[in-house]
């Protein structure tokens, strides 16, 4: 199994920028196709974003535009930049990881993904 910690979390006004990381312990990192999900006080659990192992991506229509997953297979890490950020995007952020195959009817279900880290909080200002 792998280990997922997230970082970069914090307070940020209206407008601005965080980037998020998400290090994984794990020797086959680079297979993993790794997802960003969040959830807000309250509300479900949502899916964000996905990064497949060959590079591809694929974004929720709320963050499109704003936000950019990427990873670095020699870092063990996957990243999650985001602009423009506003105060509906305040919510825990989860980093998760999975070796089964995903595609559009399973990829925003957080049962798809077998591994999860602890979260990061992501707090915007109005």
């Known amino acids: 199994q792998v280990q997922l910690v997230e970082s970069g979390g914090g307070l940020v006004q209206a407008g601005g920028s965080l980037s998020l990381s998400c290090a994984a312990s794990g020797r086959t990192f680079s297979g993993y196709a790794m997802g960003w999900f969040r959830q807000a006080p309250g509300k479900a659990r949502e899916f964000v974003a996905i990064?497949?192992?060959?590079?591809?991506?694929y974004y929720t229509d709320s963050v499109k535009g704003r936000f950019t997953i990427s990873r670095d297979n020699a870092k063990n890490t996957v990243y999650l930049q985001m602009n423009s950020l506003k105060p509906e995007d305040t919510a825990v952020y989860y980093c998760?990881?999975?070796?089964?195959?995903?595609?559009?009817?399973?990829?925003?279900?957080?049962?798809?993904?077998?591994?999860w880290g602890q979260g990061t909080q992501v707090t915007v200002s109005s």
């Open positions: 998760a990881a999975t070796l089964k195959p995903v595609g559009p009817y399973n990829r925003a279900y957080s049962r798809t993904y077998e591994y």
């Open positions: 990064i497949w192992s060959g590079g591809s991506t």
